[in-house]
Each structure stands twice: as C-alpha cells, then as structure tokens.
C-alpha cells in the first residue's frame, strides 16, 4: 500500500512539474510572438519610407551610313539604385516624399536627390535636384516605361536629354531647384487642373549656377479623363555662349560682339498623351530661340499592346535646328518590347535617319537592349 501510494505521489509530483514546464514554455513562446508581432508592425511602418529599387540596361547598337561607313558597339547605357519613400501621411492627405537615384554606368553620378512636401492637393513644393517641368516624354516616361529605346530626337535636343542638346548641356532632363505644384478639381484619384513652377540653376546636374540669373520653367497640364493628358510648358533663362558659338554661327547673327558671354533662350510647347490598356499614342511640338538660332521639332508616335507584355509602336519626328536656313532632319523609327518576366524587358528599334540639304549621309540604326529590374 505504502509503494502504491509512494507511487501515485510521485506521478502527481511528476505531471506538477511538466505542466509547469509547459505553462512556462507557452509563455516565453507567446511572448516571442508578441515581440515578433512588434517588430512586424514597426517594420509597416518603416517600410514606405524605405523603398529600394534599380534597374541595369545594356545592349548593341549598329548604324550604316549611305556613304559605306559603319558602328558597331556593345554598351552600358544606364546602371541606376534609388532609395525613396513616403517620410510622413497626415489624416487629411498631406505627405511628404524623398528620393535618391545615383547612376553607376560610368562615374558615380547623383541623378535625383529631392525633398518634397505636399499639405493640400492644390499645393506643394520639391526642392534638390529633379526632372524639368518641360515636356511630357521627358518627365512622365523613365528609361524603364518609355516605348522605344531612344527617346524623341526633339525632346533629346531641346530638352537636356542628351548630349545633343543645342545648349551642350547633358542632364537627362534635370536641374537643381525649387518648385511649386499642385493639382485641383480632383476626380476619381486624379486632379483634372495639375501646374508645375520652377526656378533651377540652368547648369545642368551636380553643377552650380554658371551665369548672372535663374532658369525658370512651368507646365500646365489639363486631364480631363484617367488615360488622357494636354500639356503645355515653358522654359527660358540664359545659357553660356562661350562653348557654342563657334558650333551654331547663327546664335550671335544679331551680336556684333563675338566675346558676347551670356545668350538668353526659352523653350516653349506642348502635347497631348493618351494611353489605355490595349493602345497608346503621344505628339509633341517644342519650339524655341537660343540666342538668334530659331528651332522647332515635332515627334508623333503611336502603337498597341498585347497580353500585357509586348508593345509595339511607330514613330515620326522632324527636327529644324535652324528655321533661318533650308536643312532639317526627320527620323522615321519602329520598335518593339517584350517583357517574359517582372523584372526583364527586352526591346528592339530600327530608326531612319534622313538629313535634308544638311550635308550628312542618311543613316540606318538599330538597337537592342535589355533592361533588367530589382
């Protein structure tokens, strides 16, 4: 009887301490998951302030000219990391953003570093160093979204986009600056009346003010449905002549001065763009003096989409450098883009190139590149 008590005991003591042990566990565990539930709800919150995200494109280039001569190149276009964000989301819809987007394809190279801050819809203000508020290729389309491989040779000229611009300033379409914006009538998640007002160094990016004065740049943009956008812009201020004189004689034709050191110049224009999911079409007229050079140009594009991975689109744009004189050129263009997977684009383009009692050779190119994303 004594051992069978002694037993029981034992059993009870035994079953005690495991159900303790277990009691215990269950709460250190239940604690872990609480803590790991904290840290989660605090990671929602960080996470749209830290936003990371880059793309790398590469590809092949291949030109022939009629008179024989011939490119063949290989070739890094862009390598770009950004780290972005929402900083602060008020009740009433204030924010406000940040971004940095550093290019690595040949020297490290800040292309956007900007704040911004927004307490209404109808007004905010950006200031660092972003994309003009000139032309809506320019600005609404990134290397990541645009059609064709090469952006229009018009926006590329007059707009900073390339090294080809008439004022020799190579900024993929940005300044440093201050602007304001905002956007009224608001419908459907988009304001129907947007504007854009700023005033920037003129200098291209990473660069200080080179002259006496500020550029100063505006766009006005009427949306009147989700897929539909009217745009008109205005850019002007004074660009260094030194470098360009000897380049474009017709920008000092009223100058008797040939040292002159500061020309004035303006861009102005405007376009339509319309893109739903099955189509998508874009125009846009920029006209503009540089000194005494009167310039224009005019591109239209249109093309179609398919199963949500593979556009294709045609394109005319016609290019006056110099409305004095009898030369312009005009480039007919055909691409292709195909996207397999989320984070791969593969594009194609063929271009005409055909310069009118300019001197040049007309040229055939053609591109490939591939865009990968992370």
């Given at each position: 009887m004594k051992r069978f008590l002694l037993y029981i005991f034992s059993?009870?003591?035994?079953?005690?301490?495991?159900?303790?042990?277990a009691v215990t566990e269950d709460a250190t565990l239940q604690e872990r998951v609480s803590k790991l539930e904290q840290r989660s709800a605090v990671w929602d919150k960080l996470k749209p302030a830290f936003k990371f995200s880059g793309y790398i494109q590469g590809g092949y280039d291949y030109l022939w000219n009629e008179d024989g001569t011939t490119t063949s190149t290989f070739h890094l276009r862009r390598a770009r990391m950004s780290l972005q964000g929402?900083?602060?989301?008020?009740?009433?819809?204030?924010?406000?953003?940040?971004?940095?987007?550093?290019?690595?394809?040949?020297?490290?190279?800040?292309?956007?570093?900007?704040?911004?801050?927004?307490?209404?819809?109808?007004?905010?203000?950006?200031?660092?160093?972003?994309?003009?508020?000139?032309?809506?290729?320019?600005?609404?389309y990134n290397a990541t979204q645009l059609e064709f491989i090469t952006y229009a040779n018009t926006v590329q000229r007059l707009v900073r986009m390339s090294s080809s611009d008439l004022q020799g300033i190579n900024s993929s379409g940005?300044?440093?600056?201050?602007?304001?914006?905002?956007?009224?009538?608001?419908?459907?998640?988009?304001?129907?009346?947007?504007?854009?007002?700023?005033?920037?160094?003129?200098?291209?990016?990473?660069?200080?003010?080179?002259n006496k004065s500020k550029d100063i740049a505006g766009r006005l943009t009427i949306q009147p449905m989700k897929d539909l956008k009217i745009a008109g812009y205005y850019m002007g201020g004074q660009t260094n002549?030194?470098?360009?004189?000897?380049?474009?004689?017709?920008?000092?034709?009223?100058?008797?001065?040939?040292?002159?050191t500061y020309l004035g110049y303006c861009r102005y224009g405007g376009g339509v763009d319309y893109e739903?999911?099955?189509?998508?079409?874009?125009s846009e007229y920029i006209a503009g003096k540089t000194g005494d050079l009167n310039t224009e140009g005019v591109y239209a594009l249109v093309g179609a989409k398919f199963l949500g991975k593979c556009t294709v689109g045609v394109r005319c744009d016609y290019f006056d450098e110099?409305?004095?004189?009898?030369?312009?050129?005009?480039?007919?263009?055909?691409?292709?883009?195909?996207?397999?997977?989320?984070?791969?684009?593969?594009?194609?383009e063929y271009t005409l190139q055909q310069y009118r009692q300019m001197g040049k050779p007309n040229a055939n190119c053609i591109y490939f590149m591939a865009t990968a994303l992370f």
């Amino acid at each position: 009887m004594k051992r069978f008590l002694l037993y029981i005991f034992s059993l009870c003591a035994f079953y005690t301490a495991f159900a303790q042990s277990a009691v215990t566990e269950d709460a250190t565990l239940q604690e872990r998951v609480s803590k790991l539930e904290q840290r989660s709800a605090v990671w929602d919150k960080l996470k749209p302030a830290f936003k990371f995200s880059g793309y790398i494109q590469g590809g092949y280039d291949y030109l022939w000219n009629e008179d024989g001569t011939t490119t063949s190149t290989f070739h890094l276009r862009r390598a770009r990391m950004s780290l972005q964000g929402d900083i602060y989301k008020g009740q009433k819809g204030a924010k406000a953003s940040y971004r940095i987007q550093i290019d690595l394809c040949k020297e490290l190279s800040i292309m956007d570093l900007w704040v911004k801050y927004q307490p209404v819809n109808q007004f905010g203000a950006q200031v660092g160093q972003f994309k003009v508020p000139i032309s809506i290729e320019n600005t609404d389309y990134n290397a990541t979204q645009l059609e064709f491989i090469t952006y229009a040779n018009t926006v590329q000229r007059l707009v900073r986009m390339s090294s080809s611009d008439l004022q020799g300033i190579n900024s993929s379409g940005r300044d440093i600056g201050l602007q304001l914006y905002g956007g009224f009538i608001k419908k459907d998640g988009f304001s129907i009346i947007n504007y854009e007002l700023g005033v920037f160094n003129g200098a291209g990016i990473n660069n200080k003010d080179n002259n006496k004065s500020k550029d100063i740049a505006g766009r006005l943009t009427i949306q009147p449905m989700k897929d539909l956008k009217i745009a008109g812009y205005y850019m002007g201020g004074q660009t260094n002549a030194s470098s360009l004189v000897e380049k474009y004689p017709g920008m000092l034709v009223n100058h008797p001065d040939a040292n002159v050191t500061y020309l004035g110049y303006c861009r102005y224009g405007g376009g339509v763009d319309y893109e739903n999911k099955y189509i998508f079409a874009r125009s846009e007229y920029i006209a503009g003096k540089t000194g005494d050079l009167n310039t224009e140009g005019v591109y239209a594009l249109v093309g179609a989409k398919f199963l949500g991975k593979c556009t294709v689109g045609v394109r005319c744009d016609y290019f006056d450098e110099d409305k004095n004189s009898v030369g312009n050129q005009i480039s007919y263009s055909a691409a292709i883009s195909y996207r397999p997977w989320k984070y791969l684009r593969l594009q194609a383009e063929y271009t005409l190139q055909q310069y009118r009692q300019m001197g040049k050779p007309n040229a055939n190119c053609i591109y490939f590149m591939a865009t990968a994303l992370f």
